[in-house]
């Protein structure tokens, strides 16, 4: 990788630093604290919100009836989310151990925070654990396979990719045989 494209990847940490701290401004108005991995919020706030709650009855009126058909379907998901939960783990004890790899913290892909906000009912609540956790293993699963990756085939694709997990910047050129020979070892040997 050369130097204006190390100066590129810099500026775009950079902005995506001002983004966040944009956004934390945009969001100040709404009061809450994490304490110990809990969301609490002011009285007043955490009272507003149950206002604006939709009871389960209006709820269940207002959805539609093809959504609580394909409910089940949705939900069996779960059976495979799970056992792929399970052999990530073990794939990750038996492998990252044999070459030594740094391991994937899968709290840091993990967040459950929604049962906090009052304005979800129990439905809602139910709903957002479940994207939460899928969503949050896809990215946890991509994190393990593209560590993997860098060891075994850190090429970048010919195509531009959409969305690129966080080793996909440290890949060699498609095509360039040489830095690939040259710097395959040296990526290898990279600490994290």
């Known amino acids: 990788m050369n130097d204006k494209i190390k100066e590129i990847i810099e500026e775009i940490e950079e902005m995506k630093l001002k983004l966040a701290e944009e956004i934390d401004k945009q969001e100040s108005h709404i009061s809450y604290e994490i304490k110990n991995g809990y969301v609490t919020f002011e009285k007043e706030v955490l009272a507003k919100q149950r206002e604006n709650m939709k009871n389960l009855l209006s709820w269940f009126r207002e959805v539609p009836f093809s959504h609580l058909l394909s409910a089940p379907l949705i939900y069996a998901m779960i059976i495979p989310a799970v056992l792929f939960d399970i052999i990530l783990f073990v794939y990750q004890q038996v492998i990252f151990r044999i070459y030594k790899f ?16 009052g304005y979800l009912n129990p439905i809602e609540k139910l709903n957002c654990l479940y994207c939460s956790y899928f969503n ?18 850190p090429i970048k694709h010919a195509e ?13 050129s498609y095509g360039d045989e040489e830095s690939y020979q040259e710097k395959l070892q040296e990526l290898r040997e990279k600490p994290e």
């Open 102 to 117: 740094k391991f994937i913290k899968r709290s840091n892909y993990m967040h459950f925070d929604h049962q906090y906000l």
């Open 136 to 153: 949050g293993l896809m990215l946890y699963a991509s994190a393990i396979a593209g560590r993997t990756e860098l060891y075994f085939c």
């Open 160 to 172: 531009k990719v959409i969305s690129q997990h966080t080793y996909y910047e440290a890949f060699l």
